[in-house]
């Protein structure tokens, strides 16, 4: 982010997160309008599409998607953006990941694993 303090910067990437978290997708597509990269990180490695996955924002997730997210960008703690939806129980978002060829082998856990331990591996097709 060009031009940007160090702390407007983390200002800027807090209010994006804000928003996936929040299912804000419009509010959010303006930042990615403005040239907001939209794999952009958070301090703990997480990207929009982590969040919104994360927190059930199928809306905001197929957007990210659409804009061309890396769906298997993972964080700080080795997290996928598929296996966070899976654990909250979000089957539109685990669909939606897979069919945009989310690597269902990668991270810890792993998609596959995170579907076995909780009995959805129906989703992973």
Request: a negative charge; proline letters at 2%.
């Amino acid at each position: 982010m060009d031009g940007l303090t160090p702390e407007q910067a983390t200002k800027i990437i807090s209010m994006l997160m804000d928003h996936a978290r929040a299912g804000e997708t419009a509010d959010l597509l303006e930042y990615l309008d403005h040239g907001l990269d939209v794999d952009t990180r958070d301090a703990e490695g997480n990207t929009a599409l982590m969040l919104a996955a994360y927190h059930g924002r199928a809306e905001t997730v197929r957007a990210l998607i659409g804009r061309g997210a890396d769906v298997d960008l993972r964080n700080n703690r080795d997290q996928s953006p598929i296996a966070g939806a899976l654990f909250k129980g979000e089957n539109e978002i685990v669909v939606a990941l897979r069919d945009a060829g989310a690597d269902l082998d990668a991270g810890t856990p792993s998609a596959r694993a995170a579907a076995e331990m909780f009995g959805r591996s129906d989703l992973l097709g």
